[in-house]
């Protein structure tokens, strides 16, 4: 098999035992893919992972920017309390339809809401509201504007909270400080702002998988 091949297999077996997709992970992945929203969702391991996150956090509060079809919203939804609460937000008016439909479908709609806006017009009406600190956030929105978005949740979060930030490898290319990609100079701009902020602790992780070669950062807020 190939390289790319070996990452597909490992992917399945580990999905099949410790993340099988069910009926509505499924429906989401059907009716994302005949809306023809981008491939560009987690995959089911990934999906498991941020779900584990959110319950060790002990999460009762998520924030997600970047809702495409609501396949990992449906992942993290799953492990709120039922006083939860997620806010999800997406750009695309299309991808938030199809979202709020496989959201429903999933028995989320009580405790997931789908905002439809650019996120840094919705991340400051969101501050005015005054929510309870959020316990998590995950990034996973265009990745210009990564930096953005974690210093925008560092203002929406609290001591302990959990910062996610997906897909900042960029096939290696995060590397290349002379690149001119606004998504590869979007995931350095997040990495050295996690590394230098005085309230962030940080690491990152290199990712194979079915989506390719990636990773993704994962920051704890301090005091």
Known sequence: MSESQTWDAVDDYFRTHLSP?????????????????PHV????????????????????MILEIG???GYSTIWLGRALP?????ISLEYSAKHAEVATRNIARAGLDKLVEVRVGPALESLPQLAD??????????????????AHYVEWALKLTRAGSLIIVDNVVRGGRVTDAASTEPDVQGARAAIELIGSHPRLSGTAIQTVGSK????????????
């Open 82 to 86: 039922a006083d939860g609460r997620l």
């Open 67 to 69: 809702t495409l079809g």
């Open 129 to 146: 509201e005054n929510p309870p600190p959020f316990d998590l956030v995950f990034i996973d929105a265009d990745k210009a504007n990564n």
């Open 21 to 37: 997709d069910d009926e509505p992970l499924q429906a989401a992945l059907r009716d994302s893919e005949a809306a023809e929203l």
């Open 212 to 223: 390719g070669y990636d990773g993704f950062a994962l920051a704890r807020v301090l005091a």
């Open 41 to 60: 969702n987690v995959t089911a391991p990934q999906g498991k992972l941020l779900q584990l996150l959110a319950q060790i956090q002990g999460a009762r």
